[in-house]
Each structure stands twice: as structure tokens, then as C-alpha cells.
């Protein structure tokens, strides 16, 4: 697998993209004065225990807009002690060093933890867990025990480490140095978090250009290129302290073409929230992000097979193609929490488990934890992918204010029948003698075309004049009513609410009632003559 990493930091704007065969996988974010959380530590005050949520909130400092979240789980001590109350451990005003495990996301706080873990470029340092720990995916088991050992000697006493899948190829010595550095830099936040008198934090994550080199440089990586010749210089400062042996792989991009745009993955990262995604073969994917969840629906749209094929085959194939595209969405607009993917229904159990196979071995590719459920027999697949911080698209879009996130806004009709009701509830309680509702151009329009006669209503009602003009809706009064064509004047009469169309319904309704009328006359006088005719009356003797 041809893997690089290109890094476009040029602009205020960082942005980083990990590509596999020419096209976007990953996909980074990182804008000044909005640095994500996530990995920072804070000295933080307990401000409210909750022992019926079993959690409490947290005051991190004032650069977190909301409060933290702490679930008893999170605690010191929970793991060995699974029935620990979170009212024994916490009492409000209490001070705690807690780290970011999840960043804020929509109305939600960041979710935090006294569990504390550091990460290097080869191992995880965890000072309060008495624990050794190798990747799942360093599979030698002489090389596992290996590393144990060397961790054992060198780890202080009664902290733990767990040691990161880059470090399969590193000597003893960069495991070392890697772990000696992580231990500095916890006492230094152990020193700072004790002397800090407010709350705040006392440890920050890289930042992402240099938290890319950490987590993503590896042996299978190509190569970094890095389009600032100032970000390049760090990056390459970075490498040569803690990884050396790849320096090599860091690139200067110094070509006048967007370096998204040279590597042909503009178009991925431009099109990375839309809702609808096309697979080569014509069909395409429907992502919805809900609440709750979110969906993926796999359509067969345009594509239709091959001319041999049965529907049954048509369908498991653009089942199989979207497995692989599935899998990318997920892991480049960063989804997770819970997933439904509905794939196109397939008769045949031994096709469903082809294509869950298929999404399986897709999902292998990807570094953040799955879970994943059977396809069922409607074709859902049900799983669960870890979220620490904001998808992508919770980063770019903000709800619409127009319609608060429905995907829809109330018809012309709908807005101008409001502003009616208003403007009624606006004449009732206002003794001035002028209203003037403002309204966009469309519901002025209506307004002016079908209710017409339900404005003079109002006005001979209330005794106002009423006009209607364009504008933002408002709906101002004035003392004295104006004149001009545009202004509906009050009749002194006695007003009735008209009803739709009333005048039609009027004069249809007369010539209703006379035909009626002419009808049943017309039948008294036809029965009166077959009577005559079948009696004829008798002659006078």
C-alpha cells in the first residue's frame, strides 16, 4: 500500500491529508484559536456531584467554554474497585488533574479522566496504572516478552507502559529515550499541576503538524510533504529528536500548485461533507448524521450489471464495492458513535456474508476501534466506531438557522398565514389607528393575491388601515391611518370573516338552490299528469 501524508500548512488554516493509491483516508483539522483538547491535562475544581448519574462536572479553566464531564468509571482507583461511589470519591470544591479522553461535541462537554496516559512516538506512559502492555499488532511473541522486559527495567516502580505498534522495529535504546522523555515531561506537569492556584491547563497536546510525524509516520509511510518552509524546518526538528531514522522521509512541496490540488485530492477533501457519496460503478452512498446516530444508506442507483448477471449478483456487487467506500467515509470524516449501514437487500445468506467479510476486512484498515454486528436478513449492519473528538463535518457545517437542522423550511403559505395571525393579534391590542406589516417579497405577493379580502376583514374589524410591504418581518403602528392605493382603508360597516373563494361559493350556491327548485317543481307536475292519464275523471251522469 502506497501511503503519504500531505501536510498543507501554508495558510492559517492547517490541514493534513493521509492518502492510500491516490485517494483521501484521513483527513485533518487545525485552526488558530481553536486547537482541539483532546490529550490536554487540566488542574480542575469539582463544581457539582451527581450520585443518581453516578458523575460530576468539572470548572477546567477558562479557555473551555464548558464544563467537563467525569464519569465514576474514570476515576483512580475504579478499575480495581467496580463498586467505588462517585459521591465517596468527589466532593464539590475538591481539586483533581484530570486529561481530556473526549473532546466537546455539539451541546455536550468535554468527557475527562484522573486516568492519565502520555503518548510518545513508540509508547504510552500511564502514571497511575501498574501495567505492561504491547500493540496487538506486533504478532511475535519473542519480540512481545522482549519488549516486556525491557520495560520492566526501565519503567519507574508502580507505573505503567504500554508500547505503541511503531515501535516493532525500534532498538531497546529508542525505547528508552522514548520512555524517558514521557516520564520528564510527567513530572513537570505533576509539579506544575500542584503549584497552579486556578483552574486551567497544565499540558498540551503537539500541535498537528508534529502530532502527525508522532502518530503517522511509520515504515509503510512513503513519505511527508509539507508545503511551509517554516512548518517544514519544525518537522523536521521534531524527527531528528525523537525519530531520526525518518527524517528522510520529510519532504519541502515548494511548487506555486496547491499541493492538495497537484496530488488530485482537492476534490475529496472539498466534497467531505456532502450527503451523497458516488461509487464508480454508479451506484452511490447516503449519509445522514442524526442525533443518535448515523446512517448509511447504499442505493444501486444508476448501476445495473452486467447483461448475464441476476438481480441477486447486481446487487451483492455494488454491495462489495461500497463495503471498501463505507469504510473510507468513516475514517475520513472521522464517524463515530453509533452506525446503521443499510446495504441493498440480497435473498441469498451465503451473498450476505460475502459482503460482511468484504466490510470487515475494510474496516481492518482503519486504527480507531469498530465493533460491528451480522448483516441481517434486511441488509443492516449495526456497529459502533470510537469517538474522542468531532466528525469533520460537525467541524465545517453549523446548523442552518432558517430551518435548525430539519433539511427544510416552511412553505411561502405556511410564513405568510403566521405573519396574518400576528398581525390580527397585533390589531386586537393596539389602539393606533395605521398597521404596517413588512414581510419578504414572496409573502407579500400571496398575501396580496389570495387574502386580499381577509385584510379588509381586519381593517373594518379593528378600524385600522392596513398595508403590506416588503422587508423583514415587522409590524409596525402609527397614530393616524395614511392614504394611497396601497393602504386598505376600514369600511364603516359591520365586517364578516370571509370565507375562501366565498363570492364562487356565493353564486354556485344560488344556482344551486334555483335548479333545485325548477327540479322538483318540474317532477310535481309530471306526476300530477300520470295520474291524470291513468285516471281519467269520470263523466258527470
Avoid at 443518581?52 to 470548572?59: T, V
Amino acid at each position: 500500500m502506497s501511503l503519504k501524508i500531505l501536510l498543507n500548512a501554508s495558510t492559517p488554516e492547517v490541514r493534513a491529508v493521509l492518502t492510500s493509491r491516490g485517494r483521501a483516508i484521513e483527513y485533518h483539522i487545525e485552526r488558530p484559536g481553536s486547537r482541539g483538547i483532546v490529550g490536554n491535562i487540566y488542574r480542575a475544581k469539582v463544581l457539582r456531584v451527581l450520585p443518581g448519574m453516578q458523575a460530576a462536572f468539572l470548572d477546567l479553566g477558562k479557555s473551555v467554554a464548558r464544563s467537563g464531564y467525569i464519569h465514576v468509571s474514570d476515576l483512580l482507583g475504579a478499575q480495581d474497585d467496580p463498586s467505588i461511589k462517585i459521591d465517596k470519591a468527589l466532593k464539590a470544591g475538591q481539586w483533581v488533574t484530570v486529561q481530556v479522553a473526549k473532546g466537546p461535541i455539539g451541546d455536550k462537554g468535554a468527557r475527562v479522566t484522573e486516568q492519565v496516559a502520555l503518548p510518545g512516538r513508540l509508547s504510552v506512559f500511564l502514571p497511575f496504572s501498574d501495567h505492561i502492555g504491547v500493540s496487538k499488532r506486533i504478532t511475535s511473541e519473542g519480540l512481545r516478552k522482549k519488549m516486556r522486559g525491557w520495560i520492566d527495567e526501565y519503567r519507574p516502580e508502580g507505573t505503567g507502559v504500554i508500547v505503541r505498534t511503531a515501535a516493532e522495529k525500534a532498538s531497546e535504546e529508542e525505547i528508552r529515550d522514548d520512555l524517558s522523555y514521557l516520564v520528564k515531561v510527567w513530572q513537570q506537569v505533576s509539579k506544575k499541576s500542584k503549584s497552579q492556584k486556578a483552574p486551567g491547563v497544565v499540558y498540551e497536546d503537539l500541535d498537528l503538524p508534529k502530532r502527525i510525524v508522532r502518530d503517522m509516520l511509520r515504515d509503510d509511510v512513503d513519505k511527508i510533504m509539507v508545503d511551509s518552509k517554516e512548518q517544514f524546518d519544525e518537522v523536521v526538528a521534531f524527527a531528528q529528536e525523537f525519530l531520526p531514522r525518518f527524517v528522510k522521509k520529510i519532504e519541502l512541496y515548494e511548487s506555486d500548485v496547491p499541493i492538495f490540488l497537484q496530488y488530485k485530492v482537492a476534490s475529496d477533501v472539498n466534497n467531505i461533507a456532502k450527503r451523497e457519496v458516488s461509487l464508480k460503478s454508479g451506484g452511490a452512498l447516503v449519509i445522514d448524521t442524526g442525533e443518535a446516530l448515523t446512517s448509511i444508506d447504499v442505493n444501486t442507483k444508476s448501476f445495473i450489471g452486467k447483461k448475464s448477471a441476476s438481480l441477486e449478483d447486481t446487487v451483492t456487487a455494488n454491495n462489495l464495492e461500497a463495503c471498501e467506500e463505507v469504510a473510507r467515509q468513516l475514517r475520513l470524516r472521522n464517524i463515530g458513535g453509533i452506525i446503521v449501514v443499510d446495504f441493498v437487500d440480497m435473498d441469498d445468506r451465503e451473498n450476505r456474508e460475502k459482503v460482511w467479510d468484504a466490510f470487515h476486512k475494510a474496516l481492518e484498515k482503519d486504527n480507531t476501534k469498530t465493533n460491528i454486528t451480522r448483516i441481517s436478513e434486511l441488509g443492516l449492519v449495526e456497529m459502533t466506531r470510537k469517538r474522542n473528538r468531532e466528525s469533520i463535518s460537525q467541524l465545517l457545517n453549523e446548523t442552518c438557522p432558517t430551518c435548525a437542522g430539519l433539511g427544510s423550511v416552511p412553505t411561502i403559505e405556511t410564513l405568510a398565514y403566521g405573519s396574518l395571525r400576528k398581525l390580527r393579534e397585533k390589531a386586537s391590542k393596539t389602539s393606533d389607528k395605521m398597521l404596517v406589516l413588512s414581510v419578504p417579497r414572496g409573502q407579500r405577493q400571496f398575501i396580496e393575491k389570495q387574502e386580499r379580502s381577509y385584510l379588509q376583514f381586519l381593517a373594518t374589524t379593528y378600524q385600522k388601515g392596513i398595508e403590506v410591504k416588503d422587508g423583514n418581518f415587522k409590524i409596525e403602528s402609527e397614530k393616524a391611518v395614511r392614504s394611497g392605493k396601497s393602504v386598505i382603508q376600514p369600511n364603516s360597516k359591520s365586517a364578516s370573516k370571509p370565507s375562501p373563494k366565498k363570492s364562487q361559493a356565493k353564486s354556485a350556491g344560488s344556482r344551486s338552490s334555483n335548479s333545485v327548485k325548477e327540479k322538483k317543481a318540474d317532477s310535481k307536475n309530471g306526476e300530477k299528469r300520470r295520474k291524470q292519464r291513468a285516471n281519467p275523471p269520470r263523466s258527470q251522469p
